[in-house]
């Protein structure tokens, strides 16, 4: 068993409710199993701001599913939820499901860079984490409450529980 987390990000239609749907699509997976769900939060873009605020949350999951196979389930959920690929480095998305950490790996390849890249630099991934693994090791940066003081908040609010 490996603990994986997983980011989750929403900005287009009923956002609340895709990130929701979501997670109970997570609890779905086979071989896993949802332990620990953050806020709901809301966020302004990074990226280009011409388009809606995001929703954004992160999950951990006990799983016995290699990160592949997990991308290949997440990918799925994102396409059950109408995700098309447009193409538009980005830009706005129904749902965006990133594994951000599984265990304590590092690698690199074509599908998944582990942990995701922009873990560190992005406030609504970092102060969801913060919210429930303070003390999260992230491999090659250190841990969580210590990377929160160069990422300042940019606008971030709790808005619901999951
Ligand atoms: N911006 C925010 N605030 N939240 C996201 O989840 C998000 N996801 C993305 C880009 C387009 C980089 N911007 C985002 O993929």
């Known amino acids: 068993m490996t603990t994986a987390w997983i980011g989750l990000g929403a900005n287009l239609g009923d956002a609340v409710a895709t990130v929701r749907s979501a997670l109970a699509a997570l609890d779905r997976l086979p071989g896993s199993r949802r332990v620990v769900t953050s806020s709901l939060y809301r966020s302004r873009p990074l990226g280009p701001a011409d388009q809606p605020d995001y929703i954004n949350a992160v999950a951990a ?16 959920i994102e396409a059950d939820h109408g995700r098309i690929r447009s193409g538009l480095r980005w830009g706005p998305r129904t749902l965006d499901l990133d594994i951000l950490l599984h265990g304590d790996t590092i690698s690199s390849d074509a599908r998944l860079t582990l942990p995701h890249p922009g873990l560190c630099q992005r406030p609504f991934v970092l102060y969801p984490l913060h919210e429930v693994a303070p003390q999260l090791a992230i491999p090659g940066h250190g841990v969580v409450q210590a990377l929160l003081a160069g990422c300042p908040p940019d606008g971030l609010d709790v808005i619901a529980s999951a």
Request: charge should be negative.
């Open 61 to 76: 999951l006990e799983t016995d599913l290699l990160a592949s196979d997990l991308l290949s389930h997440l990918q799925r």
